[in-house]
């Protein structure tokens, strides 16, 4: 499960935290979370927002996890990027605010995906805040960069990720190279 919760106390106000109770990896983009958060049915690794002097909080990546998927460890984590390698697939989770540039996208995801073993199963998600529904130079550019890394875009192009009440877009993305999975029996 990827999801940009835009605040994730604010929207645990409005859900029923039991949604992804039976969820073996959920994503969490622009969480706002300033100090350690846990889940009842997962191990849960933050990368927190970070806070200015006003306002509220920026950013901010949680990974949940099944215990099936442990022991795990962090690999990288930056402002932008989480990445963490457990005893199936490293997860990659990322949010990049929208004004950032392209490069400062390329490089970020290069630093991570330099410190993963090519071998290894590899799920990539977030919200990268590049569009695919419409033809976009910075999406097309991050796109060609992870499928040279092997990676393939799971996303349906027209499925709205993002829907609010001036617009929608598809921002939230999933990228993978499951072709290497070797687990039988679970729900991915």
Not at 64 to 83: G, M, V, Y
Not at 132 to 140: F, G, L, R, V, Y
Not at 146 to 173: A, F, M, P, W
Request: hydrophobic share 40%.
């Amino acid at each position: 499960m990827n999801w940009n919760v835009e605040g994730l106390i604010t929207a645990f106000q409005y859900l029923n935290p039991n949604i992804w109770a039976d969820k073996d990896v959920i994503v969490l983009t622009e969480t706002f979370l300033t100090k350690d958060w846990c889940s009842q049915h997962h191990y849960t690794i933050h990368s927190l927002a970070t806070q200015g002097q006003t306002g509220r909080p920026k950013g901010g990546i949680t990974i949940l996890l099944k215990s099936w998927l442990c022991p795990f460890h962090i690999l990288h984590e930056t402002e932008c990027i989480l990445a963490i390698k457990t005893i199936a697939t490293v997860i990659v989770a990322a949010y990049f605010q929208p004004e950032l540039e392209e490069q400062h996208l390329l490089n970020e995801l290069s630093q991570a995906i330099n410190k993963i073993n090519k071998e290894e199963t590899v799920i990539l998600a977030g919200d990268l805040n590049c569009r695919i529904d419409i033809t976009q130079d910075k999406a097309a550019s991050v796109i060609s960069y992870l499928e040279n890394e092997g990676l393939s875009l799971i996303n349906d192009r027209q499925e709205k990720t993002y829907i609010c009440h001036n617009g929608s877009s598809t921002i939230d993305l999933i990228f993978s190279n499951m072709k290497r999975l070797h687990l039988t029996g679970r729900k991915h």
